[in-house]
Structures are given as C-alpha cells and as structure tokens.
Antibody, heavy 120, light 108 residues
Framework: QVTLKESGPALVKPTQTLTLTCTFS??????????ASWIRQPPGKALEWLAR???????FYSPSLKTRLTISQVTSKNQVVLKMTNMDPVDTATYYC????????????WGQGTLVTVSS | EIVLTQSPATLSLSPGERATLSCRAS???????LAWYQQKPGQAPRLLIF???YRATGIPARFSGSGSGTDFTLTISSLEPEDFAVYYC?????????FGHGTKVDIK
C-alpha cells in the first residue's frame, strides 16, 4: 500500500525559509522509478505544480519559483524534501506531495497535504 | 507555459444527469498527455483519467475522457452523489506542468 505524508511547520514568518518533508512507504523509489512532485493549493484556489525529483535524482522546477526552491531526496529515509526561501503571505497554501510510479508522469498517489500559513 | 482553460467554472446538475467538462489548451498537447483529477473538500486530488482517455485504476466506467490537440472533455455519464466535486485537468506535455483552474460540479 502506497502512502505519503507531508510534514513541516504550520506557520512561518515572512522572509523565512520553509522546509517540508514528504515521507513515503509502500514502494522503492529506484525500482518503482519514482517521480515525486510538490504541488500547492492556496485556500479556495487551483493547484500549482512546484518541483519534481526523479528516482535518478533528476530535478525540475517551476520557472516562476525556481530561484526560491530546492528539492532533494533522502533515500535512506524514504523522504523527499522541499525548501522554499523568502516566504511571503501569498505562499500561504496547502502543500501536497504526489508521486508517479513505474515511470508514470502523472500524479498517481497524493499525500493528505499540509497547510502552511505565512504571517508575522 | 501551456495554459489550460476549463469551462464552465461551475456546473449545476442533478444526480443521474450527464456532466460534460471542457479543458482547452493554449497550444497543442501532443500525444494527448492530459489528465483529469477529482478533488473533494478537504481531500487531496485523485487521478481519474490519464493520456486523455485512459481510466486510472479503480475509476468507475461512468467517467470517460476524450479529445486531442487543444480540446479535451471529461464526461460523467450519470452523476452519482459522490461525484459532486471539483475537477482539474493537467498537462504533462511540457514544462512547467500546469493545471486548469477547475470546474465545480455541484448539486442543482
């Protein structure tokens, strides 16, 4: 059974760096050819793709946020980590981790999401 | 960036009725690299359709996808109570991956 769970702070201050962790289970990243993305959704708004890391450590970023994002993986812990610098109130959103497996380039499995509020 | 425009924004229908949702792309999505997701309040999205017309595992046959190029459609043949939700299209043809702004299907 594939599961993903996001963790991180619920509240960050403007200009701070946000670090989110996605911990997954039920598959091996390499043998399943994992493609793990972070996607966010401001309250009442649409989904926005942020970044992706593949099983072979190839990385992709949203051009509009590229300078602020870093995605990485900790294979030994079955984790994918997203760092976003210089947080602003407009970054308030639910942040989701989602993966495609077996080479799939869609979001087959999702975590429950974690709401991050940016406020002083 | 490929912009996906979904219409209508809201679709008000009754259980048992047919729902037709549209997703139009700003440029051709070759190889039909388009997916549809369903999202219910307080939940993560769920993959329904991939590559424009293939149902994901466990998705009921009342959901179907069609289209190619720049125009795609999600059809729900007969709405069940659990189908009232927001639906998003998403493309994987080019970077960045993009989603439409969603169509809300609500109860009339």
């Amino acid at each position: 059974q594939v599961t993903l769970k996001e963790s991180g702070p619920a509240l960050v201050k403007p200009t701070q760096t946000l670090t989110l962790t996605c911990t997954f289970s039920g598959f091996s990243p390499i043998s399943s050819k994992m493609r793990a993305s972070w996607i966010r959704q401001p309250p009442g708004k649409a989904l926005e793709w942020l970044a992706r890391i593949d099983w072979d450590d190839e990385k992709f970023y949203s051009p509009s946020l590229k300078t602020r994002l870093t995605i990485s993986q900790v294979t030994s812990k079955n984790q994918v980590v997203l760092k976003m610098t210089n947080m602003d109130p407009v970054d308030t959103a639910t942040y989701y981790c989602a993966v495609g497996l077996h080479g799939d380039d869609y979001f087959d499995y999702w975590g429950q999401g974690t709401l991050v509020t940016v406020s002083s | 960036e490929i912009v996906l425009t979904q219409s209508p924004a809201t679709l008000s229908l009754s259980p048992g009725e047919r729902a037709t949702l549209s997703c139009r792309a700003s440029q051709s999505i070759a190889s039909d690299y388009l997916a549809w997701y369903q999202q219910k309040p307080g939940q993560a999205p769920r993959l329904l359709i991939f590559d424009a017309s293939y149902r994901a595992t466990g998705i009921p046959a009342r959901f179907s996808g069609s289209g190619s190029g720049t125009d795609f459609t999600l059809t729900i043949s007969s709405l069940e109570p659990e189908d009232f939700a927001v639906y998003y299209c998403q493309q994987r043809r080019s970077w960045p991956r993009t989603f439409g702004h969603g169509t809300k299907v609500d109860i009339k």
